[in-house]
């Protein structure tokens, strides 16, 4: 353990911003959500507006159980804590990647294990690390909820429940850490168990079946912050970090530094034809990114189809549920369509993950050979361009497939296979758009292109809360998702479609041609 | 004066900034068609900027750049046909191996010598079955040499190949390069190991922040320096002081030492020779020494710009 202290404090200095950014995101997601107790004028109001969120199935298969809906504190915990998980678990698996696994696999680690340092002194730094940010967020979280008045005992739960759920991501990620020896494939599983949890919970918060036990999100959820309070749950969350922890340290001891229990395996002496075509390395690079995202959007499509027509009970009558109901349609169908946009929303998120991959490799140094060779700038952009259209309607059809399925397996309904597919098309054209988005951005101000992903946050809180929020409609027309008719529920408008695709088509264009005329990223 | 249809490279002028940090700031350098230009200076002076300009990876601010006659940032595809490039950090892809980043450098560049492949890898002792997270420094710049040595090309620009690789390693990277030659080929080799640079090159051009200082055949710059003499010789060494271009003269009994303008040598060893020379070893003036001649006063040079 020698030199622990010595690490943690380096892994502090070197994350102080990125620390600040995700402890202050983590806060503000939190205490944004009281903003819900001033829309409402009377108490009444509120709890109309309570019953009607209660009833909503789609709100609870996002945010979770609904308890206490009526107040402050329940609306925070209930809007912000399964996002609020999943903020955790992402800060939590960065936190832990960069100094353990990233580390090892760029060579860095040997170079300090050359020094008087402990074996294990890395990865209790990094993990005693993770968990201040942990800690720190909740208690910022805490202190900000408790300054606004809210219950003390809440705000002590809300908090404890988030760290909590930090830890046991934590836990995760320090084991997918130890499963293989590179960074990126480390990431893919935490992301897939965090996404598996979210997935649990929704099926399990809206089934009510008891599924939301198996995830961690779920633990959090359960300790009931702001509406009668209980700490047992909290007990499952530490039970698991300390399992996942030791599984950690049972596996760091039995590979070698640089190495994971997977072994990596030689590869080929020689490419395939496969990667020497025009789109080859195109593929090669964004595969594994377009086939993870494909089934874990075909799962939630699943997930979602599987409730079946239970909506038509679960949805009631309220406002919100008249505002969703679009005149002459079903209640399943005005479900259904929102969780088409659902969908799409977040399958958003590998339309602009794949749109910032041509800058990773710009950053990573690995541009400047390739573009060395007789392959035209242009070229080696376009296969990523490529790659990242015929990904994104790739996730997105096998999201209407899974939402039929899913449905049809429920409900017997063997029509209701393909009947989000139509629907589902028309939201191709928006999350193209963001993918366009972040390819001008890539191409004009490269050192900018993360602000693709605000547009993506913008995007989901009109969509989700704008109502709610009571968003002017200027500030709402500016998400392209607003202008898509909300199908099975309304008829597909093809018009609006064809206009957020043009635009798709010239911020695109108008991406590809700065790319082409700007200095490639060289360090 | 030399054909300037001739010339691989042609770089007049160079102009290149990042926001307010001047690159490069007027360089020349030119590398005619046949020769090994060695292109020294220290970390900084704009070595692999220059480089990636050539190679229309970034964009000249002002002065004219040609390359094989063309012009890089327009035709670079072209262009890059003609030529293979080995980067100073070379960066594989993680889940690639070094044998399908052979195959797919070679692939873009128009195609590979199948035969020259193998006898490199196996010159090169390189395993290209590892993935590219697996390969130490030295092995990633093995693979992109073999790449780039594979390729039938008539230009290569070698951004210090050689800084990690061992010195085996480096005796078989300077025959490849003589092969190279042998075909009547061109090189840019950037470095900072003089011994390669004396080694392989034909001519050197020396650049210091953002500007060429000297450019010429070794034979040429070492008119600008000095060889080191020391002698032993049978008479009472006296009237060496006096003579045009011999410097730092030290005697200790019979023994002299003493450094002589290259211009100068001949008359300081005749002099020698009339005091009856018994031992004499002459070190010819090394790149070293021109290196440390113009980057040694680095300090006092901008201590007068701020002065002015």
């Keep these: 353990m020698t030199g622990t202290s010595t690490f943690i404090r380096a892994f502090l200095r070197r994350d102080r911003w990125l620390m600040f950014w995700w402890v202050l995101g983590g806060t503000l997601l939190y205490y944004s959500q009281t903003t819900t107790g001033d829309i409402y004028t009377t108490q009444a109001e509120f709890d109309r507006a309570a019953k009607s969120m209660e009833e909503n199935a789609a709100f609870i298969a996002m945010a979770g159980p609904a308890r206490a809906l009526n107040t402050v504190g329940g609306q925070v915990a209930w809007q912000a804590m399964a996002i609020g998980a999943i903020v955790a678990g992402l800060m939590s698996m960065f936190i832990i990647g960069r100094h353990t696994r990233a580390e090892e696999e760029s060579g860095r680690d040997e170079l300090v294990r050359a020094a008087a340092v402990g074996r294990h002194a890395p990865i209790v730094a990094a993990a005693a690390v993770a968990a201040m940010a942990n800690i720190a967020t909740a208690l910022l979280i805490a202190l900000s909820l408790l300054s606004y008045g809210l219950d003390p005992v809440g705000c002590l739960s809300i908090g404890v429940a988030h760290m909590l759920t930090g830890f046991a991501f934590t836990g995760v990620a320090m084991v997918a850490a130890q499963l293989t020896d590179g960074t990126r494939a480390m990431y893919g599983i935490t992301g897939a168990v965090l996404a598996a949890s979210f997935a649990l919970r929704a099926v399990g918060d809206v089934a009510e079946n008891g599924l939301s036990w198996l995830s961690p999100i779920g633990w959090g959820q359960a300790m009931h912050p702001f509406s009668g309070e209980r700490w047992w749950p909290g007990l499952i969350s530490v039970a698991a970090t300390v399992a996942l922890v030791c599984v950690a340290f049972a596996l760091f001891a039995r590979r070698d530094v640089g190495a994971g229990v997977w072994p990596s395996r030689p590869g080929p002496q020689r490419a395939g034809r496969g990667l020497l075509n025009p789109l080859g390395l195109a593929w090669q690079l964004q595969r594994g990114s377009i086939i993870g995202w494909s089934v874990g959007i075909l799962l939630l499509g699943l997930a979602y189809g599987s409730i079946g027509d239970d909506v038509e009970e679960l949805m009631g009558t309220s406002d919100l549920t008249e505002q969703m109901l679009r005149p002459g349609s079903s209640i399943t169908d005005s479900f259904y369509a929102f969780a088409v946009v659902i969908i799409a929303v977040i399958a958003s998120g590998f339309t602009i993950s794949s749109a910032l991959r041509p800058l990773g490799e710009e950053d990573a140094g690995r541009v400047e050979t390739l573009l060395a060779t007789a392959h035209p700038r242009r070229d080696w952009l376009l296969g990523h361009v490529v790659m990242t259209v015929l990904g994104s309607v790739l996730t997105l059809l096998v999201g209407a497939l899974g939402l039929g399925l899913g449905f049809a397996l429920v409900t017997g309904d063997t029509d209701a296979i393909a009947r989000y597919l139509a629907p589902m098309a028309s939201y191709v054209a928006p999350v193209l758009l963001l993918g366009a988005l972040t390819r001008l951005l890539h191409g004009a101000v490269p050192r900018m292109a993360f602000l693709a992903w605000v547009g993506l946050a913008f995007c989901f809180v009109v969509m989700f809360f704008g109502e709610l929020l009571r968003f002017p409609s200027v500030v709402a027309d500016v998400s392209p998702f607003s202008h898509i008719a909300l199908a099975p529920a309304e008829d597909v408008r093809w018009t609006p479609v064809i206009v957020v695709a043009v635009v798709a088509l010239v911020l695109s264009v108008a991406g590809q041609v700065a790319f082409r005329r700007r200095d490639i990223i060289t360090n | ?308």
């Design chain 2, 1 to 308: 004066m030399v054909d300037r249809m001739n010339d691989v490279i042609d770089i007049r002028g160079l102009h290149k900034a990042f926001g307010c940090t001047q690159a490069l700031d007027g360089l020349d350098l030119t590398v005619t068609a046949g020769e090994v230009h060695g292109f020294l200076g220290p970390n900084g002076a704009g070595k692999s900027t220059t480089i990636r300009v050539l190679l229309g990876l970034l964009r000249a601010d002002a002065g004219t750049v040609r390359l094989f006659g063309g012009d890089p940032w327009r035709d670079a595809a072209e262009l890059h046909r003609r030529l293979a490039y080995v980067p100073g950090d070379v960066n594989l892809w993680p889940t690639l191996t070094g044998g399908e980043v052979i195959d797919l450098l070679g692939r873009l560049r128009g195609g590979l010598d199948e035969r020259r492949r193998a006898d490199l890898v196996e010159r090169f002792e390189l395993d290209p079955t590892k993935k590219g997270r697996a390969y130490s420094k030295g092995n990633r710049q093995k693979v992109a040499l073999v790449a780039a040595l594979a390729s039938d090309v008539e230009l290569l620009v070698l951004d210090e190949p050689t800084s990690g690789l061992d010195p085996l390693m480096e005796a078989v990277f300077t025959e490849c390069i003589d092969d190279f030659k042998d075909e009547g080929s061109s090189v840019l080799l950037s470095s900072h190991i003089l011994a390669e640079v004396e080694r392989l090159c034909d001519r050197v051009s020396i650049i210091r922040t953002g500007r060429d200082v000297e450019t010429g055949t070794l034979a040429d710059l070492r008119h600008l320096t000095r060889t080191s003499v020391s002698a032993e010789v049978a008479a009472q060494p006296t009237g060496l002081d006096g003579l045009v271009g011999v410097h730092d003269l030290v005697v200790e009994g019979h023994r002299v030492f003493f450094e002589v303008d290259t211009d100068h040598l001949g008359a300081a060893i005749d002099a020698l020779g009339r005091l009856g020379i018994r031992t004499l070893t002459s070190q010819p003036p090394t790149l070293e020494e021109l290196f440390m001649r113009h980057y040694g006063d680095e300090l006092p040079a901008e201590t007068v710009e701020v002065d002015a």
